[in-house]
């Protein structure tokens, strides 16, 4: 089985266009995309219509040509623009969402999540502690979440991300594969000293 693995492309349309251009010419079964899909900078809430007006043809493309897309958005990639990725990736049966989910290809489970260990960065849709003694880093702000009409702010962030579950929980939550000899854990973050045993 070839396997095409690629993240963090925020939107660009030449790395998009060029993504199905190597997997053709690669020939591959599955490709990954590994989060942060969605246009940054100071179009973030415009990342709804890039998925409306480009990702949906983009999908239609690898279901068309029989490539599995197994993908999910990252931690820059508004929340509030899930439900429409996930309507979006479901009107292809060969395109899916991975994030906290599993999907199997040819015998091999592929595992997903797309929480994040805990940054600077203002922006915490997808953020949580690593383990439960997490020491967060020193912030540039307060936290923001994202909601449909702008951010609503987290004055305090320490203590509203205590209240979350920890990646080491999320972790534990996944769907387990029957053999982990023939598993791939796809996770937009990787946290520090996980096991997967």
Not at 137 to 158: A, C, K, M, N, V
Request: net charge negative; with cysteine; glycine share 8%.
């Amino acid at each position: 089985m070839k396997v095409l693995f690629v993240t963090d492309l925020h939107g660009s349309k030449w790395k998009y266009d060029r993504l199905f251009e190597v997997a053709e010419e690669f020939q591959a079964d599955v490709v990954i995309n590994g989060g942060d899909m969605l246009p940054k900078n100071n179009e973030l809430f415009k990342q709804g219509e890039f998925i409306a007006d480009y990702l949906d043809n983009h999908f239609s493309r690898f279901n068309s040509a029989g490539i599995y897309y197994l993908c999910y958005p990252g931690n820059d990639d508004l929340r509030i623009f899930d439900t429409k990725f996930e309507e979006t990736c479901n009107k292809y049966p060969f395109v899916i969402c991975l994030a906290q989910r599993k999907f199997e290809v040819r015998g091999y489970e592929f595992v997903g999540m797309n929480r994040v260990v805990d940054y600077p960065f203002r922006l915490k849709d997808r953020c949580r502690m690593d383990t439960d003694d997490y020491t967060f880093q020193e912030q540039f702000g307060t936290g923001l979440l994202s909601i449909p009409d702008g951010w609503q702010e987290i004055d305090d962030w320490f203590a509203y991300a205590k209240t979350l579950p920890t990646i080491e929980e999320e972790i534990g939550r996944l769907v387990r594969p029957r053999d982990m000899a023939k598993s791939v854990y796809v996770l937009h973050m990787p946290p520090v000293r996980a096991g997967f045993g």
